[in-house]
DNA sequence: CCCTTGGTTGACGTTTACGTAAAGGTAAGG
DNA sequence: CCTTACCTTTACGTAAACGTCAACCAAGGG
């Protein structure tokens, strides 16, 4: 079977060159350390050419879900946990019951925190609209200089 | 004007009595030192009797904001500051405007966010789906205890 | 040959978000 | 009076996720 992950698409998924340890780090924002901590924790495992490190197109597109893993509040423990949901590729049928209940508790997980989101956005929006009505009321369409309070 | 703020359209937000630090850990599923810890930094400002202290509806609401936060990834610190966008209370204009562009950054983020969870969710359905029928098609529709196995 | 650029491995430091004792105050109940 | 339950403060401990040296190797340019 081969469940296919990540950047299906985006549209420009191509560039499929292997990089090195700096290429992937300017290209995601992170430092070294952080890539290589991530190497430690096994949520990557780049080959090696000598002892340099070698990220394939793979490595890449986990590096993608593990910022995005980042980004949505999980830790390098969960995030490993999910990954290795995606690479368990043809498995025995127990392990993929397995890896399909843990896809459902996190899709259960993300469906509150989607709750969660709407929710905060919700009340974000509704209390931007009641300081623009606010200002608006009172005058000061934009940032006056100067301006005399009806006192 | 006087931005309010949470529990509301709950439907049930009566129960407006005051708690113990007990009754609030029971009730948010949290620790005492927790609670301790989120009014050291700043979160949570509950009066005293004698040296007890005493949560008013205002810093239920605000825990319920807190845990959300929490779940949704942010740090105490960014809570904190969300947390003062609401009690900003009657400002000054400037300091509205102020409050107004933090909130508005936080909908962008949390827009973004939402485009994460989207976006995972979309791929743990798909995987769902992928191992469902795979599974499908290699029978053991459920769990079964033997079967023979077309080698 | 030396220097710069970019890679490597330790290993200790730091921040966040609490956990976990230690030691004690207070009010109700037997 | 003693226990129990619930609260308090002070303070050190810890796990996660890196940051930050230090010391090193290797390839290429001037």
Redesign the pocket.
């Known amino acids: 079977m081969q469940a296919t992950i990540g950047t299906g698409a985006t549209g420009w998924e191509a560039d499929d060159r292997n990089r ?4 992937l780090a300017e290209e995601f924002g992170l ?4 890539i ?2 991530y190497e430690d ?1 096994g949520l990557l495992s780049p080959t090696r050419d000598g ?3 070698v990220y394939s197109h793979r490595d890449r597109a986990r590096l993608v879900l593990i910022c995005r893993g ?1 980004r949505l509040g999980f ?3 969960e995030i490993k946990e999910f990954l290795n949901l995606y690479d368990t590729g043809d498995a025995q049928i127990e392990q993929m019951r397995y890896a399909q209940s843990l896809a459902r508790q996190r899709i259960e997980a993300l469906e509150r925190q989607l709750q969660d989101v709407q929710q905060t956005l919700k009340e974000l929006r509704h209390f931007d609209i009641q300081i623009s009505e606010h200002l608006r009321r009172n005058g000061t369409t934009e940032t006056q200089p100067m301006e005399e309070k009806l006192s």
Chains 1, 2 share one sequence.
Do not use: Y
Not at 31 to 34: A, G, I, P, S, V
């Open positions: 090195s340890i700096g290429e430092t070294h350390r952080t290589r901590h924790e002892q340099t490190r980042k830790s390098l423990a």
